[in-house]
């Protein structure tokens, strides 16, 4: 069964607007995990702009399921990694003027860095994924940087304008996707994912784990955060 890692930045995002402490991320993992969610992901930005460090801490302290840290390579950044321990840790490429992640880390021209890290993490018993077009040169060099997962980019799939371009995005996702089962890695996708165009990524083949965000906190403006996160795992398992 495809599981369902629950992004929770945009919580942050909303608390920060007031500079509170409401709405709280750990109680928003918390209601996440009951309705169903197999893990909790963050992205500890450079900026800070979201999610700060004092959140990472207590919600080590407080996810039941596993918590997913998405991280730059940034040094100061993998010193909190070393120190908090999340279960899993994904590397992201990260610039400070963009709204959202916009593609994948470029492993190929940063991989004695990207290795260095993965190396790192892995000593504190880490699992390491690389967030990463469905490239298939770029997947080889996450293999070879020691890597235990991927995670393919499906923001260009889920921004695609026709059905035509649509296709042809998803096709570079299920071929990507049968290549890093070839070379023994595991197999998770996110960005951008919704309530609709999630179907077709969740049927993939190998599909171990899709991370998702925005959507579902979208969704809870409207229903609640239970009832966001209970729907898109149903439909996910379906």
Do not use: W
């Amino acid at each position: 069964m495809v599981k369902l890692g629950v992004n929770i930045d945009h919580i942050a995002s909303i608390r920060n607007l007031r500079k509170g402490v409401s709405p709280s991320p750990v109680e928003a993992a918390k209601i996440a995990e009951k309705a169903g969610a197999a893990g909790i992901t963050v992205h500890l930005r450079e900026d800070r702009r979201h999610i700060n460090d004092e959140d990472v801490k207590d919600l080590r302290k407080n996810v039941k399921t596993k918590l997913n840290l998405e991280m730059s390579v940034a040094s100061d950044i993998v010193k909190i990694a070393e120190m908090v321990i999340p279960d899993d840790v994904c590397l992201v490429p990260e610039k400070r003027q963009e709204l959202t992640t916009e593609g994948g880390l470029d492993v190929i021209s940063n991989k004695k860095k990207i290795a260095d890290v993965v190396g790192r993490l892995k000593r504190k018993n880490i699992n390491v994924s690389i967030f990463i077009d469905p490239v298939f040169e770029q997947i080889k060099a996450s293999k070879e940087t020691g890597a235990d997962f991927v995670e393919l980019h499906t923001g260009r799939y889920a921004d695609a304008k026709t059905a035509a371009e649509r296709k042809k995005e998803f096709l570079k996702i299920r071929d990507a996707s049968a290549y890093v089962l070839k070379l023994n890695l595991g197999l998770n996708a996110g960005h951008g994912l919704d309530y609709k165009n999630v179907i077709k990524i969740a049927k993939v083949k190998g599909m171990n784990e899709l991370n998702i965000g925005y959507s579902i906190i979208c969704r809870a403006v409207y229903v609640g955060l239970f009832a966001a996160v209970n729907e898109m795992k149903q439909i996910i398992s379906e």
